[in-house]
């Protein structure tokens, strides 16, 4: 027998030997197999840890979805990856605002980024239905009032809006011009409490005292940046315009109560909430950062159109709205809360880096066909596409 035979038949006896060993009976007679090792203790803190960057990176890519396309199903329960320390609840609006142009085929009106503060439009400009007039201010209007809003959230901040334009009539009917231009939003735009039940200002100083731009008295073709479309590109594609904030001060929370009951005197500041002023544009509560309707570190849309249909439904406004807050648990005992509540994970410079990502690798405002061109629209593209703005944040 060959040296190398006899090695061989060493090893296989060994391995049976070991086998034999790793078997052996328990009390009922049966066998088993003894485990190599033990199975690792769960370490609760070093879990937390592996789950925590996953859960930052998640907040991150739904706050970049939702501010690249705010109608995107993805977008639903976005919050803003700035580590805010308290658990949060999200919800988000939806509604669609029939436009009407006036008896000359005209219409110009302001959308604003808050679902309290939604609207702003002049009398005899033509404009839109659908919204809920403050009663004091009919040319101004909101979605949801702060009754509405405070009753499951005691804080709250918008994470991403936006709106398209749709047509209505038929090709045959459709004519005219279409411009949409962007303007910042002042910090010190009116309360909520003025606009509902101060006597009526006039609403082309409430534009004015929001905006800095009367669209009362003026046209928003000549604004820089603006964009023109005409009527007939309205049938082609829908145009899409993204409510990208200027700054992170957008985010910070405000507060849900609309302040009826309280009795200001004039020059008293109240908790960083506003100040009374009888000498102001809006000559009443002048609205601070922790107002419900504060528009601080956003953008205004104002959609003008000239030559249209006279008296004609010609498009519908359509507008998102999501929203993160602090939910209000002890609003009623019998209150409906959030199915789930957690807090965010991120950073400040996460937000402004996300946010100049966006404004950097997509168009501000556009159509939803022509928004890539046909290079840009095959998978390949678009992915490489959302890979450099992952790159930017990177």
């Not at 101060?198 to 905006?211: D, Q």
């Amino acid at each position: 027998m060959t040296t190398t035979g006899n090695a061989a038949k060493k090893a296989a006896a060994r391995k049976r030997n070991r086998r034999a060993k790793a078997k052996v009976t328990n009390k009922h007679g049966s066998l088993y197999r003894k485990p190599k090792r033990k199975a690792r203790a769960l370490n609760r803190v070093s879990l937390v840890r592996s789950i925590a960057p996953l859960a930052g990176k998640h907040d991150a890519d739904m706050f970049r979805v939702a501010l690249r396309d705010p109608f995107s199903p993805s977008a639903v329960g976005c919050r803003v990856p700035d580590a805010h320390p308290l658990p949060t609840a999200t919800y988000h609006i939806r509604a669609s605002l029939p436009a009407t142009t006036n008896n000359v085929g005209n219409i110009r009106f302001m959308i604003l980024p808050s679902p309290v503060f939604t609207i702003i439009q002049g009398a005899n400009l033509g404009g839109c239905n659908g919204y809920v007039a403050f009663a004091q201010n009919g040319g101004a209007g909101y979605l949801v009032s702060p009754e509405t809003l405070s009753a499951v959230l005691t804080e709250y901040r918008v994470v991403s809006w936006g709106l398209r334009i749709l047509a209505k009539d038929t090709a045959f009917n459709m004519k005219g011009k279409l411009f949409v231009a962007l303007v910042p939003t002042t910090g010190n735009a009116p309360s909520w409490n003025t606009l509902n039940t101060v006597s009526a200002t006039s609403i082309s100083i409430v534009s004015e005292y929001t905006s800095g731009i009367d669209i009362t008295n003026n046209s928003c073709s000549q604004l820089p940046g603006a964009t023109c479309y005409s009527a007939q590109d309205l049938l082609r594609s829908n145009i899409q315009v993204l409510g990208l904030p200027t700054g992170s001060e957008f985010y910070n929370f405000k507060g849900t109560g609309d302040r009826l009951s309280l009795q200001w005197a004039s020059g008293q500041v109240l908790a960083d909430e506003g100040v009374f002023s009888t000498t102001g544009l809006v000559n009443a509560t002048a609205g601070g950062r922790k107002d419900v309707a504060s528009l601080r570190g956003g953008l205004a849309v104002i959609i003008e159109g000239t030559g249209f249909v006279a008296s004609s439904n010609e498009f519908d406004v359509e507008l998102i709205y999501h929203l993160e807050g602090v939910p209000n648990m002890g609003a009623s005992a019998n209150a409906l809360v959030p199915s789930s509540t957690r807090p965010v994970l991120g950073s400040l410079g996460l937000v402004e880096k996300t946010i100049s990502a966006v404004r950097t690798m997509a168009p501000v405002i556009g159509q939803l066909a022509t928004t890539l061109s046909p290079a840009m629209q095959s998978p390949f593209a678009r992915g490489a596409m959302a890979g450099a703005t992952r790159a930017l944040l990177m």
